[in-house]
């Protein structure tokens, strides 16, 4: 059977792989493009497979509301430069979107969840990373479901916060959804700070105190007017308000006779282990093999 351009560039667009890698295809299956589309899926998953192991710590953060229901979504890729990519873009959206509609948060059955042409997130994963040619992968999701104000804010692609209120208003949310992003803190109050955390830094703090010879006196009011500062630079009602430094968020919140009840934020690739290059190293390491 002769294999038409029309027949290469509709196998083109059902699986979104190279020109010559659907006229391959279709040459194999002898111009059966259905037995063509499952032959690139197949080498496609193996190619995915492949770029599973390879670290991904770049990607765009997405977030998304429906009603009282907002989800963020962190998909990695290995660089920014697929992350900006419309293709990326697409498909993040479409994930949030996932989460939004099932309402999950674990990754393997966010994968499982289907798209709009009829296959699943897990599959349009795969294309992607055939296409782009970079490994990808859904990192995180999480779902803040409130009935009362709620707000988010995007920096670029790479953070988003979402914020939950008693009282106030959609507004104020979004203004301390603004601050999450920024300043990154903690927790809400002293009451979410880890025990082991502020026993730790309590110890440094004395330490650090005794050592300078004052009296026991003195060493513990050092020790607590130290401890009390580190408290309000890890949590968020503690830290000056990134809109107006003259108040604290505890101080705005008050004011309008609101409450933090949660709140999240993501950052592309915090946590991951990220491989660094050392170019001139590897060119030593050539230059004296090859000697």
């Known amino acids: 059977m002769a294999i038409t351009a029309s027949l290469v560039k509709e196998l083109r667009e059902r ?19 259905d037995a063509a589309v499952d032959g690139l899926r197949t080498s496609g998953q193996a ?52 989460a939004l509609g099932s309402g999950t948060t674990d990754i393997a059955e966010l994968a499982a969840q289907p798209m709009d042409d009829g296959g699943t997130i897990e599959e349009a994963r795969t294309a992607l990373v055939t296409k782009v040619g970079e490994n990808i992968s859904l990192r995180r999701v ?84 130290r401890v009390a500062k580190f408290l309000k630079e890890i949590t968020l009602v503690g830290q000056p308000f990134v809109k107006n430094t003259d108040q604290t968020v505890g101080m705005l919140l008050k004011d309008a006779g609101a409450s933090v009840s949660s709140f999240v934020r993501f950052e592309v690739g915090e946590g991951i282990e990220k491989k660094v290059d050392n170019f001139a190293a590897e060119v030593m390491a050539q230059v004296n093999s090859a000697g």
């Open 15 to 33: 699986t979104g792989s190279g020109m010559m890698e659907c006229k391959k295809a279709l040459v194999e299956t002898e111009g059966d493009l």
């Open 142 to 225: 999480a779902i803040v479901d409130h009935a009362g104000p709620i707000g988010f804010y995007t920096h670029g692609v790479r953070i988003g916060a979402v914020v939950a209120l008693e009282g106030g208003d959609s507004e104020l949310a979004r203004d301390i959804a603004m601050h999450v992003a920024a300043i990154n803190p903690q927790c809400i109050d002293e009451s979410g700070v880890d025990a082991d955390t502020l026993a730790r830094e309590r110890r440094i703090y004395l330490e650090q105190a005794e050592a300078s010879g004052k009296p026991p006196e003195i060493v513990e009011k050092m020790v607590t007017g």
């Open 47 to 98: 190619r995915a497979d492949k770029k599973s192991a390879r670290v991904a710590a770049d990607g765009r953060v997405v977030v998304s509301q429906d009603g009282d229901k907002v989800v963020i979504v962190e998909i990695n890729s290995e660089t920014d430069f697929v992350a900006k990519d419309e293709n990326f873009e697409v498909f993040a959206a479409a994930v949030a979107a996932a």
